[in-house]
């Protein structure tokens, strides 16, 4: 039990993003007894050529105990995997464009929800789109049926990328590449177009996914600074990168389960102003588990606000204020809170870098038909 729980605790800054973290990874939800008060080495960014669509379109880690020192983090696939920019040039040179259409023509929510189910995917088993099989092996439903993942959302987005480019180009692009695509557009849109990077591609689809293995990689958002850390170096991220990830809380919202402890505990530097304002968002006399927004700054806006909302104890998470509790992690919270254009670059290496986590080839993987099933099926 104490492995699970600290195997739980790993990851807990890509568990909400763009969708609500699930009311299973925290305490119950929050109600009063009074009316409360009112990879590869980072490519180099580019700017990307002007938008203009031709048609508007619709074996796991071993969880990590306390008492014992974390692994050490693994390789970062290097070029051999096989990821390159502009990978699909020659075979589907719309593979890209498609995406991005299918990304801008979702709401704002949608877009958040896809880098989440970026972080979700890659994360479990690497960026092999096992996050997006309904069936796999007969004997135990999939990752998608993990707690972790019953929030997530944008899959509608991968089925109507996936459908138009298997129309217009046969079935030559895998779902782990649009989901990595999706993740990238989605940060394109929702920081006005500012932040754009090339991302990789070259990854197959994975041909394994099971419900067990996604609660010790996607756990709860109340680990500490040194779970954070040892996490995200399993996978082959270092601190500076953690942080820069965590950047992602500046977008989505989330169950306010999710942080209730923050609301009743003592203890909590949680600014006293939100506090307020939260235990009143959160109330409910139906047992009801409200959201929130996770900034309540600029909600659907990427930027490096995240940073400026930690400093001021205005974070809703464990893990977010945890931030603070390191000398390394604290001097990074306040360089991307003083300098946006540092945090952005950070973030698209960042971005870049997670999604070569274990990547598939075609000795172990496939090019999927449907990013819901595997080929076999």
């Known amino acids: 039990m104490a492995k699970l729980t600290a195997a739980l605790t790993v990851l807990a800054l890509v568990a909400c993003v763009g969708r609500p973290c699930q009311a299973g990874y925290g305490p119950p939800p929050y109600t009063p007894t009074t009316p409360s008060p009112p990879p590869p080495a980072p490519v180099t960014p580019s700017t990307p050529t002007p938008y203009s669509p031709s048609t508007a379109s619709p074996p796991p880690p071993t969880p990590i ?31 890209e464009d498609i995406v991005r259409e299918a990304v801008r023509d979702a709401s704002k929510g949608i877009m958040a929800g896809l880098i989440r189910l970026f972080f979700h995917d890659c994360f479990v088993r690497g960026c092999d789109a ?37 129309k217009e180009c046969g079935n030559v692009v895998s779902c782990a590449d649009i989901v990595a695509f999706a993740g990238r557009d989605a940060t394109y849109f929702l920081s006005n177009k500012k932040v754009y990077f090339d991302m990789p591609a070259g990854r197959y689809d994975g041909l394994v996914s099971l419900i067990n293995e996604t609660l010790p990689n996607l756990p709860p958002p109340f680990a ?45 530097d949680m600014d006293p102003s939100l506090k307020s304002t939260l235990q009143e968002q959160c109330q409910s006399n139906s047992g009801t588990d409200n959201t929130v927004v996770q900034d309540n700054k600029t909600p659907d806006k990427l930027d490096n606000k995240y940073y400026k909302n930690v400093l001021s104890h205005e974070v809703l998470f464990t893990s977010d204020a945890a931030l603070m509790m390191a000398t390394d992690t604290s001097d990074a919270v306040r360089a991307n809170a003083k300098d946006t254009n540092l945090w ?34």
């Open 65 to 95: 105990a306390l008492s014992s020192p974390p692994p050490p983090p693994p390789t970062p696939s290097s070029p051999a995997s096989g990821l390159a920019v502009g990978y699909y040039q020659k075979t589907c040179y719309r593979a």
């Open 224 to 268: 500490t600074v040194e779970q954070l850390k040892a996490g995200f170096a399993f996978k082959g991220l270092n601190t500076d990168e953690m942080v820069t990830l965590s950047g992602a809380h500046t977008i989505g919202i989330s169950h306010c389960s999710s942080f209730s402890d923050r609301l009743t505990s003592n203890s909590s």
């Open 130 to 166: 096992s996050v997006l099989l309904d069936t796999a092996d007969p004997n135990s439903a999939t990752e998608k049926f993990g707690i972790p993942n019953l929030s997530l959302r944008g899959f509608e987005v991968i089925d109507a990328a996936k459908a138009r480019i298997e």
């Open 344 to 377: 952005e670059e950070k973030f698209k290496a960042a971005m870049v870098k997670m999604g070569a986590i274990d990547i598939k080839t075609v000795a172990n993987g496939e090019i999927r038909r449907s990013c819901r099933i595997l080929n076999t099926n």
